[in-house]
């Protein structure tokens, strides 16, 4: 008998149930508890072995959730694993599908045992045994080559998230900072357009004095983060007094997945503001799973185009008197021609200008200007804007999708007009219209590093540094801390990181860049497993995992609580894995630094060291034998409104831009706009408008007659994971396709598709579903590149930077690319 | 699923626990390219339910396949002959013959951990806090207006099974329009 896909029989369904799901498996009759049982042969391994140790460790990934493990070992190796399960069920760090595998990660065949250097062409992946010694003689005389021919400023430490630890990258960081230094990256791929333009509309540090105090209002001021709790508002602020909740490519279902994570958060506010009357507005280009279940929740719209969907419905709250003109009055500049600078002043160059087609463009942003761009139906826009307009205390959030588009500068800024143009920030249920806040806890540090170099690149630029680094300069290039570089980067350290070729973009590009020994000279790369990045290693090295050594951490993302867990090892590290503090020490030792190094601690004295220093900053905290002990400590924290200080009083509490007010028109842009090198298809807009952006809204062609997008998958945090086989077969890699665009091209469920866009082409599985809007396609992002650089480039791994043109962003110069893409797709 | 798969070692091949994605509806695009829709998508999370009346039971020629004290239904190893009559019966799909084995597999509620009082480590795991454990009785006072089937699972008659669904808007709309299983594969159906 086949599970009935028609079964249609009477059902009593529950009006107004609240609960995505509650299933409860449930046993029959009779007392459940207390009973013994049977002693019958039939249970599982996990349940029949006898564990004789229990350690607590933590997922260290990037999805920010910093889950807390329980390994149950025997004999020194782990059976299984239980998360937390300890005091208040709403509190616990319970691990997503992922953490639950990291049994698979850490006992996998795949894992790298021993030193080892290349013997093939670089990218090859070619690689032979070496000894301990070898590699450390080899890596210290690489750096003293380097630093002597060409300076600390040809080094680079790539981009690198797959190790949160307090002792993970911290030790290379530290040690190249007392060689001399490295140049630093600015920003990073997860918020990359966001981080660099947002400071201009809510506050710039570099509009601070040493002392944190405004430059010319000289009394401390508010500077923007995208990882705080003081620029954006909690979930739970939104769980306690949002009545509507509208979120702009936002999915912790997919990005935060762990249970103490904002997924958990986020059913609690969808439960709350349900119960308030209020309802949650989901505008994505996929029925994403934060809103599966709900389905009055979605909103499709084309991605890349939020920008166009703001502005009409500002276009409508002008049109219909709803802006709340004295907060934009009292708290903002470039509303309107009453508080623009002098220096744009009868210019036509407001917001509301470009709004109502009296600036700028001259194109009155109606909502049947937006349909056809957004398309979402002009009735629609009018509906939502009307909605959001009568909420009390309306929670305007974006992911950070969004804003990695080529054009994120500007759409990151057109959401947050939302709640600016209606004065709903700053009070209770509101929100910025930032991503939902951060923790302001983090209850220990790492191991401390001062890097003497100030000059920094904004991250995604570091192959042009490696290609032409010398050429770069603050206009023409985003450098940062310098007018220029000196060097090309000829000396890349990267732990922990797949951001080498799988999770940079433009892998085939990329792939010519790092394979030209000439450009960068040597390349060093850590890792447990052999990823599309440790390929490109010159020399690779096999790090212990951190359930394999005492591993220490605080939480992660999740804004109600707050953690940190110390323990380990649960199992000891295989073959010749070694932590990279030791190593890093045996660097040292090379350069006669070692005892200045390690300042005479061994690796677990220093986490000893690191959290007795965050429990005396603490003094809540438990003594280093109680935590030794227990494992773990955790306690929630309390809700937080984002600039609230700034809304109750602006002129005690301004923000950091230069008039102490939120800027919605910049002149500090207008400037950047008229005196860096730009080429003729890159803006800077002084103000937050609608702009397609490479391969945005209208690129698309007969040729590549799609617009394509990645997306985070519930297998893979980024591209850590992605070897796992049991993670594969219940998520798998597959290309998101509206029946829509299948049918015209023969597709159907299940075919393996070849997808080609300007950069690449992959071989993908074709997911048939409604859950995506027409004329889009999308691929999980994270897969591993697998595709012979030496014939066709075709990946059959299905990694969606093979798809990605490499092009930074006009202002940013970030990853816009990642979700902006052209592309066809046929039948493979 | 993963926590079980873990807790169990069960590889990729074999599962316990099942999550089938389920959806339905369409994308209406007009001549502007704008779309309206109806789309709908929801999870179900499944395993052996320890039905009062379980399917896999009555057809087992040893007596293998037996509800025990705690009412939860197991295959006793040192009686099963892998037959595999177990794995025909369950309109659920919940046992399996384990290729290893060679005999029935399936959950057993965690029956060891629920004799020390915790529940089944997929109940303890659920990051959604979606899944509950206890009797029936218990449940739905916990969680009332529950009901043991939604599209696309068998009618409840079949096996009176023991468990209890909140159903999503999701579910409302797939009883109403219909849709399909899209991850059969994933979910070894």
Redesign the interface.
């Known amino acids: 008998?086949?599970?009935?896909?028609?079964?249609?029989?009477r059902?009593?369904?529950?009006k107004g149930?609240l609960?995505?799901?509650?299933?409860?498996?449930?046993?029959?009759?009779?007392a459940?508890?207390?009973?013994?049982?049977?002693s019958?042969?039939?249970?599982?391994?996990?349940?029949?072995a006898t564990t004789d140790q229990i350690s607590w460790s933590q997922c260290n990934v990037n999805c920010g959730g910093n889950c807390i493990f329980q390994w149950h070992s025997q004999d020194g190796k782990v059976?299984?694993?239980?998360?937390d399960?300890t005091g208040d069920?709403?509190l616990q760090a319970?691990?997503?599908?992922?953490g639950?595998?990291m049994?698979r990660w850490l006992n996998s065949p795949d894992r790298l045992m021993h030193p080892m250097k290349r013997v093939g062409k670089r990218g090859e992946g070619k690689f032979e045994q070496i000894s301990w010694d070898e590699a450390i003689d080899t890596i210290a005389s690489e750096l003293k080559r380097v630093i002597d021919t060409y300076g600390n400023d040809a080094i680079y430490v790539n981009y690198a998230t797959g190790m949160y630890s307090s002792t993970g990258k911290q030790p290379g960081l530290r040690l190249l900072s007392m060689l001399g230094g490295y140049i630093n990256q600015g920003y990073d791929y997860s918020t990359n357009m966001l981080q660099a333009i947002m400071p201009h509309m809510y506050g710039s540090a570099a509009n601070l004095d040493e002392d944190g105090n405004h430059v010319t209002l000289k009394k401390p001021a508010t500077a923007f983060s995208p990882y705080d709790a003081v620029n954006a508002s909690s979930f739970s602020e939104a769980e306690r007094a949002s009545d509507l909740v509208v979120m702009f490519g936002n999915s912790p279902a997919e990005t935060r997945?762990?249970?103490a994570?904002a997924?958990?958060d986020f059913?609690k506010v969808r439960e709350a503001v349900e119960s308030r009357g209020g309802r949650v507005v989901s505008i994505d280009y996929r029925?994403n799973e934060t809103a599966?279940?709900?389905?009055?929740e979605?909103l499709?719209i084309r991605p890349g185009t939020d920008a166009a969907l703001c502005s009409a419905i500002a276009h409508e709250w002008i049109a219909n008197d709803q802006v709340d003109k004295e907060f934009l009055d009292k708290y903002c500049v470039g509303y309107d021609e009453d508080t623009m600078p002098e220096s744009a002043k009868g210019q036509n160059k407001s917001y509301k200008d470009y709004i109502m087609g009296t600036g700028y463009d001259m194109v009155e942003k109606t909502p049947e200007w937006a349909?056809?761009i957004?398309?979402?139906?002009?009735d629609t826009i009018r509906a939502l804007a009307a909605e959001i307009a009568a909420a009390e205390a309306p929670f305007i959030v974006q992911g950070w999708g969004p804003q990695r588009h080529t054009n994120g500068e500007d759409t990151t800024r057109a959401i947050c007009m939302l709640p600016i143009l209606i004065g709903k920030l700053g009070l209770p249920g509101t929100n910025t219209g930032q991503r939902e806040a951060e923790p302001p806890t983090y209850l220990v540090g790492g191991i401390p590093f001062s890097n003497p170099i100030t000059k920094t690149i904004p991250v995604y630029q570091w192959v042009n540094a490696v290609d032409h680094g010398h050429e770069m300069t603050a206009t023409n290039a985003g450098v940062m801390g310098a007018e220029k570089l000196n060097n090309d980067i000829k000396f890349i350290w990267n732990y922990a990181g797949n951001c080498l070729t799988n999770q940079h973009g433009d892998i085939n590009y990329t792939h010519e860049i790092l394979a030209d020994e000439s450009k960068c000279e040597f390349i060093l790369v850590w890792d447990t497993v052999m990823t599309d990045s440790a390929k490109y290693a010159d020399i690779l090295l096999p790090d212990a995992m951190r359930s394999e050594q005492l591993n220490m951490q605080t939480q992660g993302y999740s804004e109600f609580y707050t953690a940190v867990v110390v323990g380990g090892p649960a199992q000891e590290p295989p073959a010749e894995c070694r932590s990279s503090y030791d190593v890093c020490a045996d660097i040292a030792d090379k350069f006669g630094i070692k005892d200045d190094f390690t300042e005479g601690r061994t690796h677990d004295e220093w986490i000893q060291y690191l959290y007795e220093q965050g429990a005396e900053a603490d003094g809540n905290m438990p003594t280093w034998d109680e935590i030794k002990a227990q494992g773990m400590y955790k306690r929630a924290l309390e809700p937080v409104i984002g600039l609230e200080a700034f809304r109750t009083d602006p002129t005690a509490n301004p923000l950091a831009t230069p008039s102490g007010k939120i800027e919605i028109y910049s002149e500090t842009l207008a400037e950047i706009a008229n005196t860096w090198e730009l080429a003729e298809d890159e803006v800077i807009n002084p103000i937050p408008v609608f702009t397609p952006g490479f391969q945005g809204y209208g690129s698309v062609n007969d040729e590549y007659p799609l617009y394509c997008t990645g997306f985070h998958h519930k297998s893979r945090t980024h591209s850590s994971f992605g070897f796992i086989?049991?993670?594969?077969?219940?998520?798998?890699q597959q290309l998101w396709i509206?029946?829509?665009d299948a049918e015209q091209r023969g597709i159907a469920?299940?075919d393996t598709v070849s997808v080609k866009s300007p950069a690449g082409e992959i071989r993908i599985e074709a997911?048939v579903?409604?859950?995506i809007?027409?004329?889009t396609i999308a691929i999980p992002q994270g897969a591993w590149h697998k595709a012979d650089m030496n014939g066709d480039r075709v990946d059959e791994g299905a990694c969606v930077n093979t798809l990605t043109t490499y092009k930074p962003t006009p202002y940013a110069k970030g990853n816009g690319p990642a979700h902006s893409m052209i592309a066809q797709v046929a039948k493979a | 699923m993963l926590a079980c798969k873990d807790y169990r070692d069960l590889d990729a091949d074999r599962t316990f626990r099942r999550v089938i994605d389920y959806e339905g509806g369409s994308c209406e695009l007009a001549p502007d390219n704008t779309v309206t829709q109806d789309v709908f998508a929801y999870h179900i999370s499944l395993s052996c339910n320890h039905c009062n009346q379980p399917a896999c039971t009555k057809v087992c020629p040893t007596g293998a396949m037996h509800k025990d004290d705690l009412g939860l239904v197991w295959p006793d190893t040192t009686k099963c002959i892998g037959c595999g009559y177990c794995t025909m019966a369950c309109p659920y799909h919940a046992p399996r013959i384990d290729e290893d084995l060679k005999r029935s597999s399936k959950c057993d509620g965690c029956r060891e951990r629920v004799a020390r009082g915790l529940t089944p480590i997929c109940v303890e795991a659920c990051p959604l806090r979606a899944l509950d454990f206890g009797t029936p009785y218990e449940l739905s006072e916990r969680h009332p207006g529950t009901v043991r089937s939604i599209v696309p699972m068998p009618d409840e008659s079949a096996t009176s099974p023991n468990l209890l669904i909140l159903p999503s808007a999701a579910a409302e709309c797939a009883a109403e329009k219909g849709g399909s299983i899209v991850n059969r594969a994933e979910a070894g159906l």
Do not use: I
Request: with cysteine.
């Open positions: 008998m086949l599970m009935n896909e028609t079964t249609l029989s059902r009593t369904f529950v149930s609960a995505s799901l509650a299933v409860a498996g449930a046993a029959g009759t009779g459940l508890y207390g009973c013994s049982p049977q019958e042969g039939g249970a599982g391994a996990g349940e029949t059976l299984y694993m239980e998360s399960n069920a709403d319970r691990a997503c599908l992922r639950r595998s049994r997945m762990g249970g994570n997924v958990w059913a029925l599966s279940g709900h389905p009055d979605w499709p349909a056809p957004t398309q979402v139906p002009a086989p049991e993670l594969e077969q219940v998520a798998r509206n029946p829509a469920q299940g997911k579903t409604p859950r809007v027409p004329g």
